[in-house]
């Protein structure tokens, strides 16, 4: 920073605003990886402007987590720079997502994946099932991702929670909207298929932990939550999960289970309040609380 100006004179632009000495990448636990991408998007785009609006959003966050009666930012919290994008489609898009985040997870380091289109989420859990072998993914959406091919593609956001499926146990937890053929993959694969509200209940985060291993990458969409409090995103669904039920769920997960790293996903600020991105903001800040501190 120039001479002569005190350093308060100075707002950083990376998660939470944070000064040098709270978001070096050497001494950070976390990472934050932006990816502005949603070139696999079905419905109404705009989440590439995702990453963008939660890490503005998150300067408006207080540092104290008044339920974990600590500050998450004492671990370090380092911003990437964007990731480009390639023209190459969605496919290549998730390959360059695991070459950003291979070295990353191998330094286990938590790395907080910023979407962009659920398409990305793939690439991401191909790197940490190269570091934790007995992965497993807890799948938060209000769609069930599980096509083999849609529209063409077996890369659009429509099939991510099946190119992650391939890959390790995956849990999908708050779907209310699916397609036949998903109905049918599901019970012919007796798939842990949590809808949305069906399996609304006291007793929810422990049946979901039945299905987990012992180390949990946490993919979330953010139209798993009622669109009454998140509007802004490509595919809104009524009748989704609460605040403190998607709250509960993970902090519960995170205090039998380790979680290693997390996606949020599908935030297109243009189609909502201002409120959703700050919403998005504080439940990733929530998100590395709960993994790096769990209760
Ligand atoms: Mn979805």
Request: aromatic fraction near 8%.
């Amino acid at each position: 920073m120039p001479p002569g100006l005190p350093r308060h004179a100075f707002t950083p632009s990376n998660f939470l605003a944070l000064g040098p000495e709270q978001s070096g990448l050497e001494t950070s636990k976390v990472v934050v990886l932006p990816v502005p991408y949603d070139a696999a998007t079905s419905f109404r785009s705009g989440a590439r402007d995702g990453p963008r609006a939660i890490i503005e959003a998150s300067r408006h966050l207080e540092d104290f987590d008044t339920e974990l009666q600590r500050e998450p930012c004492d671990a370090g919290i380092h911003t990437l720079h964007e990731l480009e994008p390639t023209a190459a489609g969605p496919g290549a898009m998730a390959g360059l997502v695991t070459q950003a985040m291979a070295p990353l997870v191998q330094q286990r380091k938590l790395v907080a994946l910023l979407g962009g289109d659920h398409s990305l989420t793939p690439g991401a859990v191909t790197a940490y099932r190269a570091a934790f072998p007995d992965l497993s993914v807890l799948y938060l959406d209000a769609h069930a991702d599980l096509r083999d091919t849609y529209q063409g593609s077996r890369f659009s956001h429509a099939c991510a929670a099946r190119r992650v499926l391939e890959q390790c146990p995956t849990t999908i937890v708050g779907v209310r909207s699916i397609a036949q053929e998903e109905w049918r993959f599901i019970n012919e694969q007796r798939l842990p298929v949590f809808q949305w509200p069906a399996a609304a209940s006291a007793g929810l985060a422990e049946h979901v932990l039945t299905t987990l291993t012992p180390h949990v990458y946490v993919s979330l969409d953010l139209d798993v939550l009622d669109p009454s409090l998140m509007p802004a995103v490509g595919t809104p669904e009524p009748g989704g999960m609460s605040w403190e039920q998607v709250l509960t769920l993970l902090r519960v997960v995170s205090s039998q289970r380790t979680i290693v790293g997390f996606d949020i996903m599908e935030l297109a600020p243009a189609l909502g309040p201002p409120s959703c991105a700050y919403i998005a903001a504080k439940l990733a800040y929530k998100l590395m609380g709960y993994a790096l501190f769990p209760s």
